[in-house]
């Protein structure tokens, strides 16, 4: 590995995400499985019948692949429902929002990609937990 790469992966990483961090929300619980340059993978668990809030970003691009549940996506104005194998790329600045309609978890893989990785570049445009 060279020192240049070694260097982005450090900056990311002291920016943002911590490979093995994991964090409780109220809606479920995110983990973070991978950092890289550029991309962060979390593995998040949306506990049945609860919402990520509204939101956008930035900075970054997310591509969601659910890997057990289903799933409401909203994406903009368009309303969308995923189950397990499907997958939807949200582009950076795309306004949208996860929900799980199931009586199980809901647990999906969420790749961010983009050069400024972090929590901050959050935007919440609504949310039902007062955040």
């Not at 990311?12 to 890289?36: A, F, K, Q």
């Not at 506990?47 to 930035?58: A, F, I, T, V």
């Not at 969601?64 to 939807?88: E, H, K, M």
Request: glycine fraction near 10%; aromatic fraction near 6%.
């Amino acid at each position: 590995m060279s020192q240049n790469h070694d260097d982005k992966a450090k900056k990311v990483i002291s920016d943002g995400y911590h490979s093995g961090e994991s964090e409780e929300r109220p809606w479920g619980r995110w983990t973070v499985l991978d950092v890289g340059a550029s991309f962060v993978i979390k593995r998040i668990e949306v506990s049945p019948g609860e919402m990520l809030s509204k939101q956008r970003h930035q900075y970054r691009a997310e591509h969601w692949l659910i890997a057990s549940g289903v799933a409401d996506i909203w994406l903009n104005d368009r309303q969308i429902r995923l189950g397990t194998g499907q997958s939807v790329d949200i582009p950076v600045g795309m306004i949208h929002r996860i929900g799980n309609p199931g009586t199980t978890a809901l647990i999906f893989i969420e790749v961010q990609l983009g050069d400024r990785l972090m929590e901050s570049d959050i935007e919440r445009l609504a949310d039902h937990y007062g955040r």
